[in-house]
């Protein structure tokens, strides 16, 4: 019996399948087309095409994740940016170039997790960034609060409002959750959960209290 555990092993576990050659063909063609936008600065596109590419079950190259993180640094999903060079820095350790975008993430940006009734609440940092890509990072923020009622990911550093709280974002740290959503609107999300067959939201932490 023992002779035939290997082969058993073997037929017992799926093999993971292979992409197949339409698969690559059009991993070719779309990561052709999400260069030709990146050279138009057509960063929309880029980041379509981006997302489109990771479908296909093709390992991305360095190319392809740094086109990924320049569309992403664009539109100020710092986050994404920060995820997309890992992947690019896994592909080519000590590249000076993804290092440096690295350390300036670090240098300048925290982490933050924010929760309100969409439309309701707003974010506001108090002096503005000079630094595009910093005015970029926080009109993200900002639209994603407006849109989802929540974000969780990296803002540059420096004091903000949410609402009737202020906070300060420390560069390379993680800043107190701040969770802002009203009764009516958690027993709104609840009902949407039970409906859906989903495990409701946890409740709300307990809310930090206003800065001096």
């Known amino acids: 019996m023992l002779k035939w555990l290997p082969l058993l092993l073997c037929l017992a576990t799926p093999a993971l399948a292979a992409p197949d050659d339409h698969a690559k063909a ?11 936008l990146a050279e138009r600065n057509a960063w929309g596109g880029v980041e379509r095409t981006y ?44 590249d000076d170039e993804v290092e440096g975008w690295l ?25 503005n960034p000079f630094d595009p890509n910093q005015a970029s990072a926080v009109r993200f923020a900002q639209q994603e609060i407006e849109r989802r009622g929540q974000f969780s990911g990296l803002i540059p550093a420096g004091e903000y409002t949410f609402g009737r709280f202020d906070f300060e974002v420390q560069p390379g740290s993680q800043a107190p959750q701040i969770d802002v959503r009203s009764d009516a609107y958690l027993r709104s999300l609840e009902r949407a959960e039970r409906a859906r067959g989903a495990t409701p939201p946890p409740p709300p932490p307990k809310k930090k209290k206003r800065g001096p």
Do not use: W
């Open 26 to 36: 059009e991993y070719t063609r779309v990561s052709q087309q999400m260069r030709e």
């Open 51 to 94: 997302r489109e590419l990771r479908g296909f079950g093709v390992p991305l190259t360095f190319q392809d994740h740094m086109a990924g993180a320049a569309s992403a640094r664009a539109v100020g999903d710092v986050t994404s940016l920060r995820q997309r060079l890992r992947f690019a820095i896994a592909l080519s350790p000590g």
């Open 103 to 127: 350390h300036e993430i670090k240098r300048n940006y925290g982490e933050i997790t924010l929760y309100c009734d969409p439309g309701k609440v707003e974010l506001q940092k108090t002096v």
